[in-house]
């Protein structure tokens, strides 16, 4: 596909978006991102794409509001809101690549101007992984910005003091138990990589990532919306359109929630991302590249700083964000070596968002084959005393739960099997040297059933 090809593919795909993309089906009901802009009342989006080959199509949609407003182009910065997690881990990486870090490490080792407790002032032992991966257990917190010149420094935001609105960051649940995603995590991340380096974050991010991926229209420095002309920056709304006061609101907590930055430049990250998967980095190697894919929490959804989506069909890798006036997402389908970013100046641009992410799933993600009908074939048990049988019926597969009378299941091309009545959706996924396990999603919860010859365990449960 030449560049052209390339961008006239997307500028036709934006012209009949899925308006209904709940169910994960496509829908007749389709609408031009122009339509939806107004139907959700988002007044700019901005929509990159690009391949690990080079190319890359960027454009602007809209208005960028305000006083100034201007129309949206492929250079208007927005507030990436919660893809600052996933551009900093990228950098903590580096640092870990470069022995500055270690992962398993506690990280008493690094911070020296504050130290985590929990409630009763005992300092837990806490590892450098558990607050990449939100598995560390610490407040639960989200982080909604401050007015200019109004924001707390990053230690009042960890102490809970001064002008901040947010408590203080404590060890909260047992650390490595459990997933909890949660701002606080990136702020103790934040000070510690600035301990560990005695460098500024900004300056540091700089260094370690935006500078080497090119990444120019993007910073951590909550100065940068401030300096840029002021066509080329995006006033964040609330819902229904109304603009934010002052036109966004600063993020003390950087790495949590401030960077600034385009489409265009998120795409530069995430496709150096999938190139050290493949081993064809220069910033990241391969294992720790994998270790931003890789569930922390068995059957969980989170890697490194990263969301991870593994399931037939949808198999995609990044971040989506939401701040105070903003909603953006940036992903990766690393089988296809295509990354999408798309970012809107609007609270309510998640549905909108949706639709494009629906678009890209289906033209990019992996199409995974069915297994053979034998190989599938048997008990499985959900939990104890809930079997599920599985078996072959003139061809097709029909399913049986629990007291629940069999029902043939619908085939689907990606490997996907759904229930004819139910929101259920069923898959067989190959084990080494095992038997297949049963894949049950319903309504966003994935739950595993094990063949009945197996050893019984708890079911896994993950969203």
């Known amino acids: 596909m030449t560049d052209v090809e390339f961008s006239q593919d997307w500028i036709k795909l934006l012209g009949r978006l899925d308006r209904q993309v709940s169910s994960g089906r496509p829908s007749p009901d389709t609408a031009a991102l122009s339509e939806l802009m107004t139907s959700y009342q988002v007044p700019g989006v901005s929509i990159a794409v690009g391949h690990m080959d080079g190319r890359v199509w960027a454009a602007g949609y809209g208005v960028t509001g305000g006083e100034t407003s201007a129309p949206v182009t492929a250079d208007t910065a ?42 009763a002032g005992r300092r837990p032992a806490v590892t450098v992984r558990q607050l990449l991966a939100h598995t560390a257990g610490l407040s639960d917190t989200w982080y909604r910005g401050y007015a200019t010149g109004r924001a707390p420094s990053l230690l009042q935001v960890l102490d809970g003091s001064g002008s901040t609105t947010t408590p203080p960051v404590r060890s909260a649940l047992l650390p490595g138990s459990r997933f909890r995603y949660s701002g606080s995590h990136y702020s103790v991340l934040q000070q510690l990589m600035v301990d560990a380096t005695a460098t500024p974050f900004e300056e540091l991010m700089r260094t370690l990532v935006l500078q080497p991926l090119a990444m120019d229209d993007s910073s951590f420095d909550q100065q940068f919306p401030h300096q840029r002309p002021p066509q080329l920056v995006a ?48 910033l990241l190697d391969r294992d720790l590249a994998t270790e931003m894919w890789t569930p922390q929490i068995s059957g969980g959804s989170h890697g490194l700083g990263t969301e991870v989506d593994d399931r037939a069909g949808h198999r995609r890798f990044g971040h989506t964000g939401q701040n105070v006036g903003y909603t953006c997402f940036s992903y990766v389908w690393p089988d296809s070596g295509i990354a999408v970013a798309a970012m809107t100046n609007s609270e ?116």
Do not use: M
């Open 348 to 463: 309510d641009g998640w549905e909108l968002l949706a639709s494009i992410r629906a678009t890209a799933d289906r033209r990019y993600a992996t199409r995974i084959a069915a297994a053979p009908l034998g190989d599938v074939t048997g008990r499985y048990l959900l939990h104890d005393g809930y079997p599920i049988d599985i078996a072959v019926t003139d061809g097709q597969l029909t399913f049986s739960a629990a007291a629940q009378q069999p029902v043939v299941l619908l085939a689907q091309p990606d490997g996907r099997y759904l229930h004819p009545g139910l929101d259920l959706e069923v898959r067989f996924l190959p084990t080494h040297d095992q038997p297949c396990v049963l894949e049950l999603r319903q309504e966003g919860v994935t739950q595993t059933a094990r063949p009945a010859t197996e050893q019984p365990e708890s079911p896994s449960i993950h969203l």
């Open 235 to 282: 006033r964040g709304h609330h819902g229904g359109g109304t603009g934010i006061p002052g036109g966004w609101r600063e993020q003390p907590e950087a790495a949590a929630a401030g960077l600034w930055g385009t489409p265009a430049d998120l795409l530069r990250l995430d496709l150096e991302i999938a190139r050290a998967v493949a081993g064809d980095s220069k």
């Open 78 to 119: 927005f507030a990436a809101c919660s893809i600052s997690k996933h551009v900093a881990a990228f950098g903590a990486l580096r640092l870990v690549q470069g022995g500055v870090l270690n992962l398993d490490t506690n990280v008493d080792e690094y911070l020296t101007s504050w130290y985590l407790r929990d409630r």
